[in-house]
């Protein structure tokens, strides 16, 4: 008798036997789900993150295809669960030095970015996928470059997000290329992502971090500057913020 595949389908019902209709209304408030907003149309089950990730873990042997249908369903838990799987896909692939897998895993992440629509989708996969990806295997941070240049917010918050398997390697430039090429962006959750990495970035190298504050503070973004100054003191905080613009 041949091993259980699962597919879709049964993770979906999975899924479904966890879910919590008062969570799920939390969820939805708390990701923006409502017209207008960036998470306009989104829908959730109610299942927190562990429960999710033990999902994941359990039916980590479904197909690449499986896991593309995953991610096309309009639950958010589905689409995570996809990640979560896809994540630990390619850390194995990775521990094992399997390129040629590692290769078909981030052409699969790179043509199912549109799905990829909210920043804890973003954020739980792209440096562990596409960050780990790039520096592992050395290759051109070229196509961070580009999707900090895209017209899709998701894509732009996967570029700069990345960056953070580069930060905790000590490797800061594509943090600070990147954050330079959305300076201006106009959406608050690229601001936080942005700062985010910042504040990362200050993290191992404070002088490093302060040499970009000392040229850009007075032209980032409240949001931005606010997140990367998390963690110094008060009287240096207040520095930047005064010569932030108002």
Same mark, same amino acid.
């Not at 390619?90 to 040629?100: G, M, S």
């Given at each position: 008798?041949?091993?259980? &595949?699962?597919?879709?389908?049964s993770? *979906?019902?999975?899924?479904?036997?966890?879910a919590?209709?008062v969570?799920? %209304?939390?969820?939805?408030?708390?990701?923006?789900?409502?017209?207008?907003q960036?998470?306009?149309? @989104?829908?959730?089950?109610?299942i927190?993150?562990?429960?999710?990730? *033990?999902?994941a873990?359990r039916? $980590?042997r479904?197909?690449?295809k #499986?896991?593309?249908?995953l991610?096309? #369903?309009p639950?958010h838990? /589905?689409?995570?669960?996809?990640? #979560?799987?896809?994540v630990?896909r390619? #850390?194995?692939?990775?521990?094992? @030095? +399997? $390129?040629?897998l /590692?290769?078909?895993i981030?052409d699969?992440?790179?043509?199912?970015t =549109?799905?990829?629509? +909210?920043?804890?989708?973003?954020?739980?996969?792209?440096?562990?996928?596409?960050g780990?990806?790039?520096?592992?295997f050395k290759k051109?941070p070229?196509?961070?470059? $580009?999707?900090?240049?895209?017209? +899709?917010?998701?894509?732009?918050?996967?570029?700069? &997000?990345s960056?953070?398997y580069?930060i905790?390697?000590? @490797?800061?430039?594509?943090?600070? =290329?990147?954050? =330079?090429i959305?300076l201006? @962006?106009?959406?608050?959750l690229i601001?936080?992502a942005a700062?985010?990495?910042?504040?990362?970035?200050g993290?191992r190298?404070?002088? &490093?971090?302060?040499?970009?504050?000392? $040229?850009?503070?007075? &032209?980032?973004?409240?949001?931005m500057? *606010?997140?990367?100054?998390? %963690?110094?003191?008060?009287?240096?905080r207040?520095?930047?913020?005064n010569?932030?613009?108002i």
């Open positions: 008798m041949g091993s259980y &595949v699962p597919t879709a389908h993770i *979906r019902r999975e899924l479904l036997r966890h919590n209709p969570k799920a %209304k939390l969820l939805a408030g708390f990701f923006k789900t409502g017209k207008g960036y998470g306009e149309g @989104d829908s959730f089950l109610g927190m993150v562990p429960t999710q990730r *033990r999902i873990h039916f $980590k479904i197909q690449l #499986e896991i593309g249908r991610l096309k #369903e639950i838990e /589905c689409r995570f669960t996809a990640l #979560e799987i896809l630990d390619f #850390e194995e692939a990775l521990k094992n @030095d +399997n $390129k040629i /590692c290769d078909g981030i699969f992440y790179l043509s199912h =549109k799905y990829i629509n +909210n920043w804890d989708l973003v954020d739980a996969s792209a440096p562990y996928i596409l780990a990806y790039l520096a592992e051109s070229a196509i961070l470059y $580009k999707l900090a240049h895209s017209d +899709n917010l998701w894509e732009r918050r996967i570029a700069i &997000v960056t953070f580069f905790a390697r000590d @490797d800061f430039r594509k943090s600070i =290329k990147i954050t =330079k959305i201006q @962006d106009e959406h608050d601001h936080k700062g985010w990495m910042l504040r990362e970035v993290k190298d404070k002088k &490093v971090l302060i040499g970009f504050l000392q $040229k850009y503070a007075m &032209v980032m973004p409240r949001t500057l *606010r997140y990367a100054i998390e %963690k110094f003191d008060t009287r240096q207040q520095k930047y913020l010569m932030a613009k």
